[in-house]
């Protein structure tokens, strides 16, 4: 798995794609770990609309490429992956990779290791750029990285592997960092804002510990927390789509439950530690866990050798007669998958 060094939300912003290595946060504590700008890429300002009623938007910028067909299925694809390749060196990973999500799904993508799933997310959140091929948010192209212009207002949540928590601030710093450092609300509106997200994700009374002092499993919460909180003083929406890396990977059984219930109860057909519905319209999972592709995602696609190779509902996974996935479901040695 590769791991980058920041992960959270992205604000997707072109003049500050990148910040020096050593960087300070206005509280003046150091925060570093950076070698990209933490993003909450906000999908343009559009009207609020619950995102059950919600449907993209067709754009007339001929500048932009857009799907052709105009059917009722196309509206509602969220992201589209057309015949994406991506090496690096003399490495083919991703060998025209074709999909669809669409909106308000929860989808997984697993598959062997090394074979390119990270690197998808990668792409989604515009930390890389295909080779060849072609992906699509909400009907607009992905033309390269977090700088695209028109992709302003795109909200896209990572949430890595590893939690990724600044070390130096505290879980209120840290889940409130966004806000402290680009929004204009008061900080005790922060303050709130901050204890009611970390109460959404069933976390009460730790906003004054440091990282250091909260479990694996406790960190995975924050850094949700953090990739889920949003200005609710601006017009930006809340985050379209989450990604999750591998969230549950090192933790015990009971931890990646309470995990995966959380990744379901952020969702807009949840309902979140406070009762209250979730807020994010879709994500996706990569993951290795049975457990997780069990209890966490609805649909799963599998990529192999830098293909989909098998498409399904979760429930279709561990009945599929595709050998590829009947040995991958089964952990057996023997099949089509090397090591
Ligand atoms: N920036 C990079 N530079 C060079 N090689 C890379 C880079 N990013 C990924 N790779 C390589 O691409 C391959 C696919 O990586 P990726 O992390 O996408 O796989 P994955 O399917 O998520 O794997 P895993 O399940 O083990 O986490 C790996 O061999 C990895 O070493």
Redesign the pocket.
Known sequence: ??SLAGSFVYHLNRRNASYPSNWYCKSGKQVVQFSTRPVSCSIAPQSLKPVDQFRPSKFKDSSLSLFTEDSEEETDVLIECKDVYKS??E?H?LRGVNFKIKHGEAVGII??????????L?IFAGL?TPDKGEVYIRGRRRHGLISDDYMSGLRIGLVF?SAALFDSLTVRENVGFLLYEHSKMPEDEIKELVAETLGAVGLKGVEDRLPSELSGGMKKRVALARSIIYDTTSHTIEPEVLLY??PTAGLDPIASTVVEDLIRSVHCKGEDALGKPGKIASYVV?T?QHSTIRRAVDRLIF?HEGKVVWEGMTHEFTSSTNPIVKQFASGNLDGPIRY
């Not at 598959?111 to 998808?120: A, D, E, Y």
Request: glycine content about 16%.
């Open positions: 798995m590769n690096f060196g490495k990973i598959g062997p290791s090394g074979t390119g799933k990270s690197t998808i990668k890389l592997q890396d591998e990569v290795h990529l």
